[in-house]
């Protein structure tokens, strides 16, 4: 081999570690940086009968559910899983525990009473093309008593009919009805949408689906 021709394999080979290095710096980043959104709060003082739970291990789902919760002015209740810590422990269990399809897992949140709401919407991160363990573990800690459930995923891949089809398959055995579910795609991990765009999205998709909800679930 020519000195010429080495040296421009190095070359090659150092731009392609540095590359590689990068991407995984920016997924390390995309994982463990929190995304803000506008805070939260009900318009009206009047009680609402729908809920919107969320987990979010990195603030994106909370955006989106944010957005959910305006536009029906409803209740928002967020779960919290300290186990999944924005940090690479936390980020290795969250994704050892969704290729595993880990059901129940340690959860935090407020006290809630299902049987106030007519209309429950569930909003989760896509872990390996199904819903975060969290939500898994709530619907697990739940009697819905009849009450329609619409599942909300956001995440930079896709999801998996199969695993979705697991969840709803969970929530009618905790006696919910499962209507539906909505899939954003935030992007990929080196491009992503804005919150406002994710927000925007949300909003459109919700709206879409006007005639789906029940007349106490008023939409603002």
């Not at 009900?42 to 291990?57: A, F, I």
């Not at 008593?145 to 398959?169: C, I």
């Amino acid at each position: 081999m020519s000195g010429g021709r080495k040296k421009v394999l190095i070359t090659a080979g150092i731009i392609v570690v540095a590359a590689a290095a990068a991407g995984l710096l920016y997924f390390y980043r995309t994982q463990t940086a929190w995304v803000e959104s506008p805070p939260y709060q009900r318009v009206s003082g009047e009680p609402t009968r729908t809920l919107v739970v969320v987990y979010s291990r990195t603030g994106n789902t909370l955006g989106a559910a944010r957005e959910a919760a305006r536009f029906f002015d409803a209740d928002l209740l967020q779960i919290e899983a300290p186990q999944y810590a924005r940090n690479m422990k936390g980020q290795m269990l969250a994704g050892r525990h969704a290729g595993e399809e880990v059901t129940t897992t340690p959860i935090q949140h407020d006290p809630v009473d299902l049987s106030r709401y007519d209309l429950i919407l569930l909003c989760s991160p896509t872990w390996w093309f199904r819903p975060a363990p969290p939500l898994w573990s709530f619907v697990e800690n739940h009697d819905f008593a009849g009450k329609p459930v619409f599942l909300l995923m956001t995440g930079n891949s896709r999801r998996k009919d199969e695993l979705t089809g697991k969840f709803a398959a969970l929530v009618e055995e905790k006696n919910g009805r499962f209507e539906d579910s909505l899939f954003i795609r935030r992007g990929r991990i080196y491009w992503q949408k804005t919150p406002d765009e994710v927000s925007e999205e949300v909003r459109e998709a919700l709206e879409a689906r006007q005639s789906a909800w029940p007349l106490t679930a008023a939409a603002n």
